[in-house]
Structure formats: C-alpha cells, structure tokens
C-alpha cells in the first residue's frame, strides 16, 4: 500500500522512475479537487497575470487547471517523456512554457517570479537546497505553494486492510500491520519546521481537502503501476503483488474499491 514517500537514501534511485511509462501516468494518475486551486487563488495569488514557476510539472496534473485560470506558468520537469505529454496537453496556452531541467541546477530567469508551484513533487527535490533555490526564484513576498497527497483512512476500509497481506508476501520493505493513517492524524511540522528553519519565508498557511475516487480493478492496478515503489520492485514480485491485488478487487469487492485521498495546500511567503 505504499505511495511514493521516498526516504534520503531512495530519492535519487526513484525519481526519475516516472518517466519510463509518462502516458500511462498521466492515465492513470488522479488530478486535484477543483477548491485546491481556489485555495491557490486564495492564499498564493495565482490567476489571471500571475507568474508561476512550477517545479516537477510531471504531464501537468496542475499545469493545466493553473493555465485555465490565466496564470503565466514556466513549468521545469526532469522526466523528457513527461515534459513531453505536458506540452501536448499544454499546447493550446500561449503564456506557457515547459522546460525538460533539473530544478536543482537550472538557471534561474532573472525576473523573478510571483509563486513557486511544486504539486505531489517537493518532496523529490533535494532537501539540501529546495528552500533556497524557491526563494530564490520569487520576488519578495512572493508565495511558495506546496502541494501534498496522502492515502488517508476511508473509502473501502476493509480492502486497505486485507490488501496488506499481499504487500508482505511480495514486497519485503512493508511494515506489518500498515495502515491508511487517519487524516486528523496526518502531521504537516516537518514542512513548518523546514520553512521556519531557512529563515526565507514567513509563516505556513495550510488548507486541507479530503476526497474520494472509485476504481475499477483495471484502474485501479494502473494507478499502483505509477507508484515508484512499485516499478522498483523486481518484475516476479510486482506482477505477483499487482496479482493478488487484482484477485482481491475482484473476488471480495466485486471488481470495484474506493480510495480516500487528502490533498494538502500549505502555502508561505517570502520574507
């Protein structure tokens, strides 16, 4: 039941593991509730006019509600393949543009920007200078939006518990007895913590979306094959999970489950 929460030692290893089946990411992968970018509107100024970096765009799950809404968007993602299915999903807006870099080594514009966008992605970037390299790249008062997507408790509760017998069988790094946490229980301090540690912004403003998508066995294999520690397992071990998985959804939920999300906006400014 693992998502992409990827530790210090796994960061470099996985993320560029997307970008071998970018089509079926963008497939596959959920988008965002509609009110996280009323929040953005809200809280970090975006809409009509306003100059968006957006870093690890991926096929523009966020770029494109951001372009709709009038935004002028640069959007670095490091996946070719990815940045590829971005500028064809992107190609009908003229005020924006998609550039295949590491975020971390690429030459920042000299006019800075009004908000730095990372949705389902800062965690990827190096720790060692993501904070620094964001405020860099805005002007002051400039607003860091950081977006974050959690399997939380809800939705087809029983499947996320029976389903765990399938990942200690065939993937060796689950925890026993893991399961969903409680979305009261989610803890957001680190991204405070880290914040408030750079001495480049001001306080974290958070608001938080719970929400809830049902799938199709079919589908719903496709989402976990996104998941980059499930591409990281070998071949035996991911077709025998994703196996036993889909008997499961098939045999006990009728070929049908529901999942819960929480989407997370925590959003600061520059000092």
Same mark, same amino acid.
């Given at each position: 039941?693992?998502? !992409?929460?990827?530790?210090?030692?796994?960061?470099? *290893?996985?993320?560029?593991?997307?970008?071998? !089946?970018? =089509? /079926?990411?963008?497939?596959?992968?959920?988008?965002?509730?509609?009110?996280?970018?009323?929040?953005?509107?809200?809280?970090?100024?975006?809409?009509?006019?306003? *100059?968006?970096?957006?870093?690890?765009?991926?096929?523009?799950?966020?770029?494109?509600?951001?372009?709709?809404?009038?935004?002028?968007?640069?959007?670095?993602? /490091? #996946?070719?393949?990815?940045?590829?299915?971005?500028?064809?999903?992107?190609?009908?807006?003229?005020?924006?543009? +998609?550039?295949?870099? !590491?975020?971390?080594?690429?030459?920042?514009?000299?006019?800075?920007? @009004?908000?730095?966008?990372?949705?389902?992605?800062?965690?990827?970037?190096?720790?060692?200078?993501?904070?620094?390299?964001?405020? !860099?790249?805005?002007?002051?008062?400039?607003? /860091?939006?950081?977006?974050?997507?959690?399997?939380?408790? #809800?939705?087809?509760?029983?499947?996320?518990?029976?389903?765990?017998?399938?990942?200690?069988?065939? @993937?060796?790094?689950?925890?026993?007895?893991?399961?969903?946490?409680?979305?009261? @229980?989610?803890?957001?301090?680190?991204?405070?913590?880290? +914040?408030? *540690?750079? #001495?480049?912004?001001?306080?974290?403003?958070?608001? *938080?979306?719970?929400? =809830?998508?049902?799938?199709?066995?079919? =589908?719903?294999?496709?989402?976990?094959?996104?998941?980059? #520690?499930?591409?990281?397992?070998?071949?035996?071990?991911? @077709?025998?999970?994703?196996?036993?998985?889909?008997?499961?959804?098939?045999?006990?939920?009728?070929?049908?489950?529901?999942?819960?999300? /929480?989407?997370?906006?925590? +959003?600061?400014?520059?000092?």
């Amino acid at each position: 039941m693992r998502d !992409d929460t990827p530790d210090e030692a796994h960061r470099g *290893r996985l993320g560029g593991i997307f970008d071998e !089946d970018a =089509e /079926l990411y963008d497939r596959a992968r959920p988008g965002y509730p509609p009110r996280l970018f009323d929040d953005l509107d809200t809280l970090a100024g975006t809409g009509p006019g306003c *100059r968006v970096l957006e870093v690890g765009a991926g096929t523009g799950k966020a770029t494109v509600p951001l372009a709709e809404r009038g935004c002028r968007i640069t959007a670095v993602e /490091l #996946g070719p393949g990815m940045a590829a299915v971005a500028r064809r999903r992107l190609a009908g807006f003229a005020a924006v543009q +998609v550039v295949t870099a !590491d975020f971390e080594t690429w030459p920042l514009p000299a006019e800075p920007f @009004d908000a730095v966008v990372a949705a389902t992605a800062f965690h990827w970037i190096d720790p060692a200078v993501r904070m620094a390299r964001c405020a !860099d790249a805005l002007r002051p008062g400039g607003a /860091l939006a950081v977006v974050a997507t959690q399997h939380v408790a #809800g939705g087809t509760e029983l499947f996320f518990v029976e389903v765990q017998d399938c990942y200690e069988r065939f @993937d060796p790094d689950t925890p026993p007895g893991l399961r969903p946490p409680a979305a009261d @229980d989610v803890d957001t301090s680190d991204h405070a913590d880290e +914040v408030a *540690r750079s #001495g480049r912004f001001g306080p974290v403003a958070v608001r *938080r979306h719970e929400w =809830e998508l049902t799938y199709t066995t079919g =589908e719903y294999l496709d989402v976990l094959r996104t998941y980059s #520690g499930h591409r990281a397992l070998s071949p035996a071990a991911r @077709d025998g999970l994703l196996g036993c998985v889909a008997g499961l959804i098939d045999h006990r939920y009728a070929g049908r489950i529901t999942k819960r999300y /929480l989407t997370e906006l925590r +959003v600061s400014r520059t000092l």
